[in-house]
């Protein structure tokens, strides 16, 4: 996400780098890069032409530190007034003293709103509250099913009649009062913005319900479109806020930048994968830093703490820490990262990957956790104990039995020891050699643990010191290469 | 202290990363430039085409915004091309998505051929000649062999409904088709298919929520095959494009239906005019994973202008065979290159 714009960025910072001075020429041809970068990561073009006066504004008006070379100041000032268009704070949800608080959920068709509206459900069901969902999408055929299926899963129940949808709307919200429920979240259909009729219908929603939220569901790969979007559902719902949904595409997002440049109002949620956990707040602040390649480890602590047993990872660490880690405390470890949600989303907000990895990280998928679990199913009580007795027969026996390769086997054990070293020499307080981005992740997350009063334990100020000189070994291992079994059968789409 | 325990579990995950892509297979197909040579079987469609002015939305976009066409046409009559002139064009190709390095290309074309007729009529030649390719759809398989059309595409552009109106279209012109519910993905999806078939009479074949959808496909031939169906609409759950394993899926689904006695004649790009330049990389992955011949650009009834195609068809020679201009089934026609260049310029 936002490869093109922080990649741009990045090109520029070198070739201004060598500059001593900026002249208005080379300000403005560093600009024209900007511009470039916006548009193709979608902006629209009325949103980037004001970017980029406020841009210019910045680097003329502000006295250049004496620090600062002029392309630094530049990117700097870019960086700045990305952060200002994204917009301060998280909107902070409050719930109504007079239950239930209205949720109206509208937007274009395909922008996900359905899954939304669950996603919204369990979000709120997380908060403690008890949410209700109500279906008034009579039109698109099945769509009040897939909710039903949905509410099902995150166990919410669904309203709906086969009337129409302004009386769906009022005796869904009465029903959720009358069971006492404090949060209904209302799905309405897809709706273009200039068909009159089907604005008047949401219009009417809305006045028999008075949501206390009115939010717009948009797609994050949305076009320049996304300002007429935005602005007609505003202008018709006086909307509340944003939620940007498929954040997880490779979607630059320009979308978000649009929409909120042109209706003002916050981005609130926003969805990252397909699965019903793939749902959080939407964090500015933090969306800026993704934006300029930053990572985003303030969000995934915070899935960490939802979902991990800290027990358990506090078990596994102390093991990891005297050197003692076994690959049972690996897969122990494995099943934590799996609750927290899909890798992908996970690794692409890690901070400091590089391309290669992240490259890499889009392709993981529970496919390939599966099969290193496989792997080490397949391997005795022993062998998981003490890797180090796998001998050539033993690697075969695991291969057949996990159905992998013999290749497969000795990559995992391999990389699974140089992790274990890594680990031993980060105890022993020594400066471990870690791929790539993970030396300026655990840098941030040194960070961010300061920011919160967390204690270190011993070995992590090594960690988190010593890690600019960590060596980018990101390749190791990446020789050998498993041969693609032919004619296998078809995967059932299951475990995405 | 929980930060900690995480930084451990992360480096474990950078482990999985490192560990599968070392494994991972990176046969990225480049796209080839020269695409084969449609074969000669092609059979002009039956059904008469409706126009792509009939669509409601079109008309009425068509009368309602002429602003920056007509500033366009304004400034043709005084001769030479202008700053001014080009930057209206770049502003009005921007706004319509077509893409910034697309819309340098054509404003170089125009710099280089100039506009003796005007600039306006000068940008209508050359998105034309952008959307040159030939968009003839193929509706017949070989002898003894079921046609079969596959539609791929992302979440949410909305080709369930498209393939439910297709079934429409091809009813009325005769046809006897069969669907296979193929997303077996998202919750409901075999219902939303299941209400088209009882509305069209088309038969259908479905599973199971996360059914193998390689399974209802073949399933679906084999009935195809029993009943002497002409021609098979396959459906596949929405997937994005930044994930190998994803596209593998739908490389095995095609393989599937292209396996006697199934025979992929069309597969479809089903794109909302909505989304912006990411619409490029959807085609691009797409047509290495599944072999696409054709574009559906569906929601072009609203605001937006699906100027991507335009890029689409420039780069990898995907042309846009139907498009969406309203919710009734008859609202999906043939894409007309005319139509959509003036709507385009309209903006």
Not at chain 2, 156 to 183: N, P, R, Y
Not at chain 2, 265 to 294: I, K, P, R, Y
């Amino acid at each position: 996400m936002f490869d093109s714009l922080s990649g741009r960025l990045e090109r520029l910072s070198t070739s201004l780098r060598s500059r001593a001075r900026l002249s208005d020429a080379d300000l403005e041809d560093a600009l024209a890069e900007v511009r470039g970068a916006l548009l193709e990561a979608d902006v629209e073009l009325s949103v980037v032409r004001a970017f980029l006066d406020a841009v210019r504004e910045r680097v003329r008006g502000e006295n250049v530190a004496q620090s600062l070379t002029p392309g630094q100041h530049v990117i700097k000032a870019v960086h700045d007034q990305l952060i200002d268009v994204l917009g301060g704070s998280t909107l902070k949800v409050t719930y109504s003293s007079k239950p239930p608080t209205v949720v109206l959920l509208a937007g274009l068709q395909g922008a996900g709103k359905t899954t939304t509206a669950a996603k919204l459900a369990a979000w709120f069901k997380q908060q403690g509250r008890q949410p209700y969902l109500v279906g008034t999408d009579l039109q698109r055929p099945a769509a009040v099913e897939q909710l039903r299926v949905l509410g099902h899963q995150v166990g919410v129940e669904v309203y709906s009649e086969a009337t129409d949808p302004v009386t769906v709307a009022r005796a869904g919200v009465a029903e959720a009062t009358r069971l006492g429920r404090d949060v209904v979240i209302i799905d309405t259909a897809g709706r273009l913005a200039i068909d009159e009729a089907l604005m008047a219908e949401v219009r009417a929603i809305s006045a028999t319900t008075s949501p206390h939220y009115t939010f717009l569901v948009i797609d994050a790969v949305t076009g320049q479109d996304a300002v007429h979007t935005a602005r007609a559902f505003h202008d018709s719902l006086a909307l509340s806020g944003i939620i940007v949904t498929k954040l997880d595409y490779d979607a630059r997002g320009g979308a978000v930048l649009s929409a909120r440049g042109v209706v003002g109002r916050p981005v609130v949620f926003a969805s990252t994968g397909e699965k019903l956990g793939d749902f959080d707040l939407f964090h500015p602040d933090r969306m800026a830093s993704r934006i300029l390649g930053m990572g985003d480890i303030l969000s995934l602590i915070e899935q960490a703490e939802r979902t991990m047993d800290a027990d358990a990872m506090a078990d596994s660490a102390q093991r990891m820490m005297s050197g003692a880690f076994t690959l049972d405390d690996f897969m122990a470890q494995l099943n934590q990262i799996r609750k927290m949600g899909s890798l992908g989303g996970l690794m692409r907000l890690m901070p400091g990957m590089t391309k290669d990895m992240r490259d890499a990280a889009k392709n993981v998928d529970d496919g390939e956790l599966n099969k290193i679990e496989a792997i080490i199913h397949s391997m005795t009580r022993r062998e998981r104990r003490e890797p180090q007795i796998i001998d050539g027969s033993r690697r075969a026996r695991i291969a057949r039995g996990s159905g992998s390769s013999v290749t497969a086997v000795n990559q995992l054990l391999k990389q699974f020891e140089m992790m274990k070293k890594t680990m031993k020499q980060m105890s022993t307080g020594g400066m471990p050699q870690l791929p790539g981005g993970m030396g300026r992740m655990a840098q941030m997350a040194s960070r961010a643990a300061a920011q919160r009063g967390d204690a270190m334990p011993p070995g992590f100020e090594a960690l988190a010191s010593g890690m600019r000189s960590a060596a980018p070994a990101a390749g190791a291992g990446g020789g050998a290469r498993g041969k693609k079994k032919k004619g296998g059968r078809v995967t059932p789409p299951k475990n995405r | 202290m929980i930060v900690w325990w995480i930084v451990l579990a992360l480096l474990a995950l950078a482990l999985v990363v490192v560990w599968a892509r070392s494994r991972r297979r990176r046969a990225r197909v480049v796209p080839e430039p020269e695409r084969a040579p449609m074969p000669e079987v092609l059979v002009p469609r039956v059904a008469p085409r409706p126009e792509l002015d009939d669509g409601p939305g079109l008309d009425r976009r068509l009368a309602s915004s002429r602003t920056i066409f007509d500033r366009v046409r304004s400034i043709t009559s005084q001769g030479a091309l202008t700053a001014d002139q080009l930057e209206v064009v770049e502003e009005v190709l921007l706004r319509s998505d077509v893409g910034v390095a697309t819309t340098a290309a054509l404003l170089d074309q125009l710099r280089a051929q100039g506009a003796p007729d005007g600039v306006a009529s000068a940008i209508r030649a050359a998105l034309l000649a952008s959307l040159s390719a030939e968009r003839t759809v193929r509706t017949t398989a070989d002898e003894g062999r079921v046609a079969v059309w596959l539609f791929v595409g992302v979440n949410g552009v909305g080709k369930t409904t498209t393939i439910g109106k297709l079934a429409w279209h091809e009813t009325q012109a005769g046809k006897s088709v069969v669907l296979a519910a193929g997303d077996t993905f998202r919750a409901a999806a075999s219902d939303q298919l299941q209400l088209w078939a009882d509305r069209t009479g088309a038969d259908i074949v479905r599973a199971g929520e996360g059914a193998d959808p390689g399974s209802v496909v073949h399933d679906a031939l084999g009935r195809a095959q029993a009943r002497g169906a002409d021609l098979v609409l396959a459906d596949t759950a929405g997937r994005r494009v930044n994930n190998a394993n994803l596209l593998d899926e739908l490389a095995k689904i095609r393989r599937v239906a292209d396996r006697s006695p199934g025979q992929v004649v069309e597969t479809f790009l089903v794109l909302d005019a909505t989304t912006g330049q990411n619409a490029l990389s959807q085609a691009q992955e797409f047509l290495s994973a599944a072999d696409v011949t054709g574009i559906v650009l569906t929601k072009l009834d609203g605001t937006a202008r699906g100027g991507i195609v335009v890029a689409i068809e420039r780069e990898l020679g995907i042309p846009v065979k139907f498009v969406g201009v309203g919710e009734r089934a008859k609202d999906l026609v043939a894409f007309e290159p005319t139509a959509f260049v003036d709507s385009l310029l309209s903006a």
